[in-house]
């Protein structure tokens, strides 16, 4: 049950595209295609970006994608906005109905 | 509209117990399986526990094992989470998660709006 590895930050100017690793091992990220994105403003809960890997819920905008390969996981923001600004979790089933995060990236919209 | 409220967080000392409860409403919750998941100041999110829709499956990540027990009513449309053994590295905003589908676990599209836990002397 170790914590998904992402990068503490990354940062890009209004309109560029910026992307989230996620990597795991083979008993997670690796061995499922259920990994899921969310997005969390200071002091505010989380909200669902992504699921499945790569399919994106009503309501949330096209600029956000989802990929995978191996054992990392991506979270893609194009057309980067100043309310983009946040941080981001990858999380993923790891077997046996339990699961596990990442540890977060913030993402800056300089 | 879709609801998760979540309530019982406080201030306890180490040794100590807590019971957390989470009120749903807008959803079928007697149908979907539902989590825990914990975030301690300035850190990431935390899986912490998941229970089936009739309390047969329990899961539970390894650092709250044996202290921590999850449960739910469905004829009160309310999840638990009773915490034994409080520790200070338990200290932490819970938050209560309802997945996307009834057959989920991995994916939360609704989350409450968190209860502080505070563990110390």
């Known amino acids: 049950q170790s914590a998904l590895t992402q990068p503490r930050s990354v940062s890009g100017s209004p309109g560029q595209s910026v992307t989230v690793s996620c990597t795991g091992t083979?008993?997670?990220?690796?061995?499922?295609?259920?990994v899921s994105w969310y997005q969390q403003h200071p002091g505010k809960a989380p909200k669902f970006m992504i699921y499945?890997?790569?399919k994106r819920p009503s309501g949330v905008p096209d600029r956000f994608s989802g990929s995978k390969s191996g054992n990392t996981a991506s979270l893609t923001i194009s057309g980067l906005q100043a309310e983009d600004e946040a941080d981001y979790y990858c999380?993923?089933?790891?077997?046996?109905?339990?699961?596990?995060f990442g540890g977060g990236t913030k993402v800056t919209v300089l | 509209e879709v609801q998760l409220v979540e309530s019982g967080g406080g201030l306890v000392q180490p040794g100590g117990s807590l019971r957390l409860s989470c009120a749903a409403s807008?959803?079928?919750?007697?149908?979907?399986?539902m989590t825990w998941v914990r975030q301690a100041p300035g850190k990431g999110l935390e899986w912490v526990a998941n229970?089936?829709?009739?309390?047969?499956?329990?899961y539970y990540v390894d650092s709250v094992e044996g202290r921590f027990t999850i449960s739910r009513d469905n004829a009160r449309n309310s999840l638990y989470l009773q915490m034994n053994s409080l520790r200070a590295e338990d200290t932490a905003v819970y938050y209560c998660?309802?997945?996307?589908?009834?057959?989920?676990?991995?994916?939360?599209?609704?989350w409450g709006q968190g209860t502080m836990v505070t563990v110390s002397s």
């Open positions: 998660a309802k997945p996307t589908v009834t057959t989920g676990v991995d994916a939360f599209d609704i």
């Open positions: 807008g959803f079928t919750f007697s149908t979907y399986w």
């Open positions: 229970i089936n829709q009739d309390t047969s499956e329990k």
């Open positions: 083979s008993s997670d990220v690796g061995g499922y295609n259920y």
């Open positions: 499945d890997v790569d």
């Open positions: 999380c993923s089933y790891a077997g046996t109905y339990t699961l596990v």
